[in-house]
T-cell receptor, first 113, second 117 residues
Framework: AQSVTQPDIHITVSEGASLELRCNYS??????LFWYVQSPGQGLQLLLK??????LVQGIKGFEAEFKRSQSSFNLRKPSVHWSDAAEYFC???????????FGTGTRLTVIP | ETGVTQSPTHLIKTRGQQVTLRCSSQ?????VSWYQQALGQGPQFIFQ???????GRGNFPPRFSGLQFPNYSSELNVNALELDDSALYLC????????????????FGAGSRLTVL
């Protein structure tokens, strides 16, 4: 069975500081991995995805994520956070050929001036 | 291109009632998935529709049902509402054969927030 763990419920960073949001997944083979962002009153927006190939994936808004098979992790990073990055971030895993995604419980990011 | 639109945005029902939520998929997308997001939780897969047929279902009882129409829009119906059905219901559209793949990136709507009293 697939599952996703986001160990940090809430993270607070200062504007301009670097950010890393953790995601660990459980799946027997190489899964498809995603990071989505959800702002209040909005749906989920895809930040980036990993299917295969280069383990460092670039996304929108300056985000990147690295797939580490040995650690079953897919952590999201950003070198310099902007106030507009404050939102809820969800990591998700999907099995190749399947028709659904499994989401983590999310990490809420607060950005302080 | 238009994105995924959902209606209504908010609604309040009482226990035992029935509700219908609607979703228009993104232009060009032929697959629709529905997710339930309870407060403080991540979205949970309800079911997916492809070619007007249910194409996979999560761990939800039969009182959750759906439809997909020829124009790829979709409805989610929930009968005999329970208090625990209070949640944000998200519709997502995608293009492909219904499987999660490089061709199937989900585009989500803003959701319908259902409150059951």
């Amino acid at each position: 069975a697939q599952s996703v763990t986001q160990p940090d419920i809430h993270i607070t960073v200062s504007e301009g500081a670097s950010l890393e949001l953790r995601c660990n997944y459980s799946y027997g083979a190489t899964p498809y991995l995603f990071w989505y962002v959800q702002s209040p009153g909005q749906g989920l927006q895809l930040l980036l995805k990993y299917f295969s190939g280069d383990t460092l994936v670039q996304g929108i808004k300056g985000f990147e994520a690295e797939f580490k098979r040995s650690q079953s992790s897919f952590n999201l990073r950003k070198p310099s956070v902007h106030w507009s990055d404050a939102a809820e971030y969800f990591c998700a895993v999907g099995a190749p050929g399947a028709n659904n995604l499994f989401f983590g419980t999310g990490t809420r990011l607060t950005v302080i001036p | 291109e238009t994105g995924v639109t959902q209606s209504p945005t908010h609604l309040i029902k009482t226990r035992g009632q029935q509700v219908t939520l609607r979703c228009s998929s993104q232009s060009g997308h032929n697959t629709v998935s529905w997710y339930q997001q309870a407060l403080g939780q991540g979205p949970q897969f309800i079911f997916q529709y492809y070619r007007e047929e249910e194409n996979g279902r999560g761990n939800f009882p039969p009182r959750f049902s759906g439809l997909q129409f020829p124009n790829y829009s979709s409805e989610l119906n929930v009968n005999a509402l329970e208090l625990d059905d209070s949640a944000l219901y998200l519709c997502a559209s995608s293009l492909g054969s219904g499987g999660v793949s490089g061709a199937n990136v989900l585009t989500f709507g803003a959701g319908s927030r259902l409150t059951v009293l």
